[in-house]
Nanobody
């Protein structure tokens, strides 16, 4: 019923920038929170940034001052602008939508995208 598709990943040099985008589709009535998580090889998946439907944001410490999350509620889309990228930012970045209310009604569910690879290397 609900799908999340990420785009914008790729290879970038240290100090460069990249913009990730995620679009949620399906019979969606509302989404409370949308955000980005990442997982590097051999490590646990971790929060990067989240934003609520009201615009409240939260960033991981490593993302503060470098990354900016934004959202378009009407289009059910969330973006992550990443600047001053470092090699340690290399990971698969996953889009997440939490507390999604579908137009069919019923309980709220959380959804994950399939991920997009971000590689920071010279």
């Amino acid at each position: 019923q609900v799908q999340l598709v990420e785009s914008g990943g790729g290879l970038v040099q240290p100090g460069g920038s990249l913009r990730l985008s995620c679009a949620a589709s399906g019979s969606i009535f509302s989404i409370y929170g949308m955000g980005w998580y990442r997982q590097a090889p051999g490590k646990e998946r971790e929060l990067v940034a989240t934003i609520t439907s009201g615009g409240s944001t939260k960033y991981a410490e490593f993302a503060k001052g470098r990354f900016t999350i934004s959202r378009d509620n009407a289009k059910n889309r969330v973006a992550l602008q990443m600047n001053s990228l470092k090699p340690e930012d290399t990971a698969v970045y996953y889009c997440r939508a939490d507390r999604v209310q579908t137009r069919l009604g019923g309980p709220l569910y959380d959804y994950w995208g399939q991920g997009t690879q971000v590689t920071v290397s010279s």
